[in-house]
Structures are given as C-alpha cells and as structure tokens.
T-cell receptor
Framework: SQTIHQWPATLVQPVGSPLSLECTVEGTSNPNLYWYRQAAGRGLQLLFY??????ISSEVPQNLSASRPQDRQFILSSKKLLLSDSGFYLC?????????????FGNGTRLTVT | GENVEQHPSTLSVQEGDSAVIKCTYSDSASNYFPWYKQELGKRPQLIID?????GEKKDQRIAVTLNKTAKHFSLHITETQPEDSAVYFC????????????FGAGTILRVKS
C-alpha cells in the first residue's frame, strides 16, 4: 500500500533563517506531488505541484521554492523565512494519469516563524 | 482558473440533526469532486467523492449530490454525532496533468450533544 511521509512534524525557526521540508511517497511510481499551506483557521492553499522529476509548477508568488530531485521525493525550501510563512504545511500525492485520483495527505509540518 | 466557494463557514447542529454544506465551482470542465474532513491538528482525509457522471452518492450517513448544470455540489450528513465535529473541505478538479484540486475555504461543523 502507498504511504506518505513528511517531516519534521513541528518546526520553530527565526525570521531570516532557511527552511527545508521533505516529503516522500512509498508504494507508487510517478505520483503527482503537491505542497499545500494552511494558515490558522483557514483553507488549503496550493503552493506547488509536480507531475515528474524536475517539473514544478508554482501557484502563488512567494519566497518559497520546491524541488523534486527523485521520483517520490518533494522538498519545500526557503532561503529566508518571513513571519508570514508560519502555517501548517501539507504534502500530498495522487496518481498520475488518473482523472479521478483523490489526494492523500501527509501528517503535515507545523511551522512557526518567530 | 477554477474557483470553489463553500458555505457556510461555520455550522452548529444538535446531535442527531442533519448537516448540509454547499459548494459552487466555476470551471464547467471540472469532473471530480471530493470532500475532506480535517480534525483539529490532523491532516485532511477523504470521506467521499463523486464524479461528474453521477448525480448522487451515499456512504452510510454521508451523501453527496452534484448538479452540473448549476455547478454546485453538496455534502449531507444525517444523524450527526459529536465525532462528526471537524472542518470539512470541498474540492473540484482541474483537468491538468495532475488533476489538480482546488479547495473551498472550509466549513467548521460543531455537533452539540
């Protein structure tokens, strides 16, 4: 069966520091991968999605970036964090090529920028 | 691009009553509409989904209806229980490579016992 791992679970970082969040998927090949952000009490904002290695689409302008160095690995990064980057970050995957494949979310990373 | 609106933003019901959450979408090409439940501090989890060629789908106390002409779909929870309390998100698919989902803003459902 497929599983998605996301770490760390919580992170407290000072303003201006770098960020690296990692997500890996097991049990499937060539998944679509996504990064969502959820501010406190708010909805799910799509940040990036990827349909293959090295293929990243950005949804909103920001100081975050994403990379997909391997088929089942998706990384969210920042060179300098802002206070507004605080939130709950969720990695997700669904099956490539399937019009009706639901999203499966990781457990999320709660990021607090101080 | 696709836009999904969800109402109400909060909903309080008495245990045993029904709850209805409504969503509208803008892209007539969308063809997949899942609903997610998110408990406090947890990840969203799929509870039910419907495809565009189906008007209604049920799973025990949960049902979803879809009106493609009007571009709206709804989640119905009957005989609500305290454990139904959570945030519920609707979503609509975009026919791009990844079948990208656009989410509604969420509904906080509180079931009072």
């Amino acid at each position: 069966s497929q599983t998605i791992h996301q770490w760390p679970a919580t992170l407290v970082q000072p303003v201006g520091s770098p960020l690296s969040l990692e997500c890996t998927v097991e049990g499937t090949s060539n998944p679509n991968l996504y990064w969502y952000r959820q501010a406190a009490g708010r909805g799910l904002q799509l940040l990036f999605y990827s349909v293959g290695i090295g293929q990243i689409s950005s949804e909103v302008p920001q100081n975050l970036s994403a990379s997909r160095p391997q088929d089942r690995q998706f990384i969210l990064s920042s060179k300098k964090l802002l206070l507004s980057d605080s939130g709950f970050y969720l990695c997700a995957w669904n099956a490539w090529g399937s019009l009706f494949s639901p999203l499966h979310f990781g457990n999320g990373t709660r990021l607090t920028v101080t | 691009g696709e836009n999904v609106e969800q109402h109400p933003s909060t909903l309080s019901v008495q245990e045993g009553d029904s709850a209805v959450i409504k969503c509208t979408y803008s892209d007539s090409a969308s063809n997949y509409f899942p609903w997610y439940k998110q408990e406090l501090g947890k990840r969203p989890q799929l509870i039910i989904d419907i495809r565009s060629n189906v008007g209604e789908k049920k799973d025990q106390r949960i049902a979803v209806t879809l009106n493609k002409t009007a571009k709206h779909f709804s989640l119905h929870i009957t005989e609500t229980q305290p454990e139904d309390s959570a945030v519920y998100f609707c979503a609509a698919s975009i026919l791009e490579y990844g079948n990208k989902l656009v989410f509604g803003a969420g509904t906080i459902l509180r079931v009072k016992s």
